[in-house]
Every structure is written in structure tokens, then in C-alpha cells.
């Protein structure tokens, strides 16, 4: 005798009879849904080291709004920011490792892992405003140095600005005197470290994400960042000390890992490509604007007392460190060097 058909099946039930029907139904081509519906989002990990209150932060997250958007959803941005995944000393090799797909270092630490001439942004003094960075990473030497990067196996997408740089420590940095024996947090550049040196200072490397501790115990006394850094990290918090130096530029490059990058089809490096253009050319319009802001912000904090060098003291910082250029022209490469003049119409 044969058990009755129950004629109501559960949910579960009804599922699993009705899941390898679909699926036989879809290979014979019976049924359709569209691609999105059924593949996951491509997930793009972007890793950064600062807050989202900076030009970088807001960048990434421009970026991140306008991939989303003009893919439908179907890549997604997923942004690791002030140093929560990957920091300064593991996040290239996690770039190279395919745990993260982008990063926005500092051009200063690119020296580190093989790229010297990418320290010619450090040389103190060498630029005077943003319009003359952008001579060099909007031209023919820009996009070398990008190209320079596919040697370890990066892509290099584009540059972004920051800004330029100031002096902190527990008292006034107006003169070369002022700097002697202080120990000043430096990113890893060796021409960061040998301007810190010409100052009569002691240069010591630490990652960005350890600055502001290392500040408030005194493992080092002083640093050096663009004000939205040093607003949005807390360093007025531990710096009784700000001097507007602005002697040199710090800024970014955008780079993916090749192998990523050829995995992905020519109309999606297209729109990738474009939302990052557009999320960089406003990061460059935010970025004067975001530094004038902390300032703002840091003036009516009141914790930090904010000092401008006269014109002769100025003068004379700027000539305490122009050994610089000629000590480590061999490390970035003469004819780098030579090829920045060159873009900035100097002799
Ligand atoms: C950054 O802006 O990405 C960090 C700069 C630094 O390490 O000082």
C-alpha cells in the first residue's frame, strides 16, 4: 500500500524541491534574471591610515559614493580608514598579499619599499604652493613615476594633495636652535630624516597611527604634518606647540595590485579609473580648505599655542636645510631631480 502525498508542504520542504527545479530550469536557459541579481558585488578593500575628516578620508569616500553609484552596486567599496586594518607597516605588503585591492600612502613612504625618487616630494623648500606640486604629479614626471611603480607590481592610479607641513613640539620651532636634541616623529623618508638632522633634531621613524602616543608619552617630543592631520589625530591634545613652517608638501598616491587590476574587465578599469579621477579632483579642491578648517578648530581649541615664523627666521630655516637637496640627490636620482626642476622652470 503507498503512503499519501502530503498535499501541503512546509516551507522548508517546498524549497528544497523547488530550488533543484529552478536550478534545472535556469541551465536549460528556461528562466533568466539579470547577472547583478545573482553574482556577488566585487568588493574593492581601500585601506588608509587618517581620519575621514581629511582630504584623503573624504576622497576615499567620494570615491567609494561614486563607484557605487555608476555600477549599479555591483562594485563595492569597503574603506578600512585611520590605520583600523592595515597601518604604515603592513599595509603594502597586505596590497601585495591581495588582502587589501587599494591604498593611498604617503609619497614619503614609498623610499621604504623601493621607489627613492618618490622622495623628491620631501626635499624641504622645494615647492612654494600646491600649483607647483601639481607641475610635476599632473605632467610627463607625474605619470613616470606612477609607470615606476608597476616594478613591484602596483598599479599607480593617481596623486592627491594634503598639503604642506608645519612643526610641532612643546615649545616654538622658529629657529634651528629651537630643534636641537628634540626627538621628532618622522615618517619613514630618509630625506624627512636628514632634514630633521640639519635642524639639529633626532629624527625617529614611527608609523602614523602611533604618533599621537608616542607624543603624549614623550617617546618623541615633536612631529611634522599639514593641520588637518594634526587637528583630527588629537595632536593638539599633546603639542603645546604649533609653528607654521609649511617647509615642505605631503601628498598621496592611489595605487591597486596588478594582479587585481587585470582581473577586472576593460569597462570596469574605465569606471574605476573615472570615479577615482573625479574623487581626486575634489580631494585636491577640499584639501586647502580642510587644512584652513583644523586651524580654525585648532585656534579655538585654545590647548596649542599656534606661532608664524618673521620672514628672517623663515629665511634662515630654509638655509639650515638646503644641504638636504645635495646630500640626498644620489638616493632620489639626479636625473629625477633634475627632471622636477625642469617641470618647475628652475635653473
Ligand atoms: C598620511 O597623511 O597618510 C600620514 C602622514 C604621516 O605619516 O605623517
Redesign the pocket.
Given at each position: 500500500m503507498s503512503m499519501p502525498v502530503p498535499i501541503r508542504l512546509n516551507l522548508r520542504m517546498r524549497l528544497r524541491h523547488a530550488l533543484p527545479l529552478m536550478a534545472l530550469a535556469f541551465g536549460m536557459g528556461l528562466l533568466s534574471l539579470p547577472a547583478a541579481a545573482l553574482a556577488e558585488p566585487l568588493k574593492i578593500r581601500f585601506a588608509?591610515?587618517?581620519a575621514q575628516d581629511t582630504p584623503?578620508g573624504l576622497a576615499v569616500e567620494r570615491f567609494k559614493t561614486l563607484v557605487a553609484e555608476r555600477s549599479g552596486g555591483r562594485m563595492v567599496v569597503e574603506v578600512y580608514a585611520g590605520s583600523s586594518v592595515y597601518g604604515?607597516l603592513d599595509e603594502m605588503q597586505a596590497l601585495q598579499a591581495g588582502a587589501v585591492e587599494m591604498l593611498a600612502?604617503?609619497l614619503s613612504k614609498f623610499g621604504r619599499v623601493g621607489f627613492p625618487e618618490f622622495e623628491l616630494f620631501d626635499l624641504p623648500y622645494l615647492f612654494d604652493t600646491l600649483q607647483d606640486v601639481h607641475r610635476i604629479t599632473d605632467g610627463p614626471l607625474g605619470a613616470r613615476l606612477l609607470k615606476s611603480l608597476e616594478r613591484q607590481g602596483m598599479v599607480g592610479l593617481g596623486f592627491l594633495d594634503?598639503g604642506f607641513k608645519h612643526m610641532s613640539a612643546n615649545r616654538p620651532l622658529l629657529r634651528p636652535a629651537d630643534f636641537s636634541g628634540l626627538r621628532m616623529r618622522v615618517?619613514t623618508s630618509r630625506v624627512i630624516a636628514a632634514q630633521m638632522r640639519a635642524l639639529g633634531a633626532v629624527p625617529v621613524q614611527l608609523p602614523?597611527g602611533a604618533t599621537r602616543q608616542a607624543l603624549a608619552r614623550q617617546v618623541v617630543q615633536g612631529t611634522e604634518?599639514p593641520l588637518s592631520?594634526f587637528w583630527t589625530q588629537g595632536m593638539h591634545r599633546v603639542q603645546s606647540d604649533l609653528t607654521l613652517t609649511g617647509h615642505a608638501y605631503?601628498g598621496?598616491a592611489v595605487v591597486t595590485g596588478q594582479r587585481f587590476w587585470r582581473s577586472l574587465s576593460p569597462g570596469d578599469q574605465r569606471l574605476l579609473r573615472e570615479a577615482l579621477n573625479d574623487a581626486l579632483r575634489y580631494g585636491n579642491q577640499i584639501a586647502d580648505s580642510q587644512n584652513s578648517k583644523a586651524l580654525v578648530s585648532l585656534r579655538q581649541a585654545g590647548t596649542t599655542a599656534v606661532h608664524e615664523p618673521s620672514a628672517a627666521q623663515r629665511q634662515l630655516l630654509r638655509d639650515t636645510v638646503q644641504t638636504v637637496h645635495q646630500q640626498l640627490g644620489q638616493r632620489i636620482g639626479p636625473q629625477w631631480i633634475q627632471d622636477a626642476h625642469a617641470a618647475l622652470h628652475r635653473p
Open positions: 588608509h591610515v587618517v584623503k604604515d600612502p604617503s594634503n615618517q602614523f604634518n592631520n605631503l598621496y
